[in-house]
């Protein structure tokens, strides 16, 4: 992860905005005050890092989630094919 002072941070905001857009990578800006400093991330980082959250504490899902993971690792798991949702028939 980059670090960048303020001051230049505001000096070149375009060019720092569209490198944390194109390489995903968060970047620090830093205060004379280190309480200061503040951490950009692109918005897909952003609601990505927050919808791993919100899966995280929701103990469903997260208890699906290691079912899954000792199935597969006890080699319980067989492959099929993908549903099409265009061939499915309404009951």
Do not use: C, W
């Amino acid at each position: 992860m980059d670090a960048v002072n303020y001051s230049n941070f505001r000096r070149n905001l375009k060019d720092y905005f569209k490198k944390v857009n194109e390489d995903s990578e968060p970047l620090i800006v830093t205060n004379k005050d280190p309480e200061d400093n503040v951490v950009i991330l692109s918005k897909d980082d952003y609601d990505s890092l927050i919808e791993t959250l919100t899966i995280q504490s929701n103990n469903y899902l997260m208890d699906k989630i290691n079912r899954g993971r000792k199935q597969v690792k006890e080699g319980k798991i067989s492959q099929h094919d993908l549903i099409d949702p265009n061939e499915v028939t309404k009951s």
